[in-house]
C-alpha cells in the first residue's frame, strides 16, 4: 500500500481546524526517505540541563528486531513511515537513573524504537535535543514497562530543529498497583508532534504532566491518551503551555471503560497565547462508559495572561517583558513540585524557554 493513500490521521481535530499538526512539514520525507548521514546534538542545551548521557541513540547505529505489534499513533501516516524505515531496535532495563540522548539527523530519516523496562523507584530521562538548523527527521517510538507494584518516573526534554520536524511517540504499560509519573517538555521546532499514550491497571496511578512552549517559527502537538479499563485506577493529565507567535495543541483523551469501577481521572490544558498572531489549542476529551467512578473530570483553557495580573506587576515598576516573565517562569515552576527527580534540570532549562518565548518582536508592539 502506498504511503500517500494513508490518511494522516483518522479524523479532523475540530470544524474548523481539520489537522493541528502541520503534517505537510513531513511530507518531503515521506516522499524520499533518504539515509541519514550524521547524527547531530545541541551540546549547549545538554550542558544547561547539567545531565550526562549513559548512552546515545545513534543515527548511524542499526540493528534489532522490532514488530511493533499493537502500537498505536494519531499520525498514521508517519507510523507507517516509521514502520518501514525502521532500522534500529534497542532494549533497556533501567534501574535507579539513566539518560538517553537522542541524536538528529543532519539530512535524511532515521526510524528507531525502544523497548524500556523501568525497575522499582527507576528514573528515565529521555533527551532529544537538536541544533536549530539540522535538516533530518528522525521518527522514534519508546514502549514502557512496568512490573506490578513498582514505582518509576519518565522525563521527556525535547528541543527540535527549525528546519525540519520531529515525530516521538510514548507508549506505557502501568500494570497492577504500580505508578509511572511522566514529564514532558516540549519547545522549539517546526513541527514537534509528540504522542504520549498509557494504559493503567487495577489500582495503578498514571500522572502526566506536559510543559510546552512555542517561539516564533515554532509548533508543537502534544497528543495524550489514556485508557482506564480495571478497577481502582487513578489519572492526571495537567498541560501547560505558552505560545508567542508560535502554534500550540494538546489532544488530551482520556477512556475510563465498563468494569474500572472506583477509578478517578482529571485532564487539564491550559494553554497562553501571548502575541496577537500566536494560536492555541487546548482540547481535553473524556469517554466515560463506566457509571461508578469516583471523578471524571476535564478543562480548557486558551486566554491570553490576565490584564489585571499584569498591571499589578508592571505598577511595582517592572516592564512588560520582566512581567510577563514572571508569570511564564512561575507557572513552569509550579508544575514540577511532583516531580522531584526530574525537577533540577528542568528548572535549568525554564530560563531558556521563557527567553525563548520573550525573543519575538511583536511583544514590544
Known sequence: MALSSIPYQRLADSPTVKYYTD???????LEKPRQPTRGVVDKKL????????????????????????GLEADGLRLLELHRRNLSLARELRVAGEYTLLVEKPLDGVKSSHLEVELLDQSHF?????????????????VDVKLKPGSQASLAVFVFDSLQAPGFLVLHSDVPRGASLSSLIVVARGSMSHVENHAAAGEGSSVSVCGLLAAGPGSRATLVTNTKQSEPKSRVSVDVLGFAASGVLAHKGLARVEKGAW????????????????SKVYAMPTLEVTSNEVVEAAHSASHAPVSDDVLFYLRSRGLELRDALRLVIEGSYLAQLEKFPRARQPAERLIPELSRGLLATPSLDA
Open 23 to 29: 503534517w505537510r512539514a513531513f511530507q518531503p520525507y
Open 262 to 277: 472506583g477509578s478517578s481521572l482529571v485532564v487539564r490544558s491550559r494553554l497562553t497565547p501571548l502575541t496577537p498572531t
Open 46 to 69: 545538554l550542558s544547561l540541563l547539567g545531565l550526562s548521557a549513559d548512552a546515545v541513540l545513534g543515527v548511524a547505529e542499526r540493528g534489532g528486531v522490532a514488530g511493533l505489534e
Open 125 to 141: 530521562n529521555l533527551l532529544l535535543l537538536s541544533p536549530e538548523r539540522a535538516g533530518g527527521l528522525h521518527t522514534l517510538t
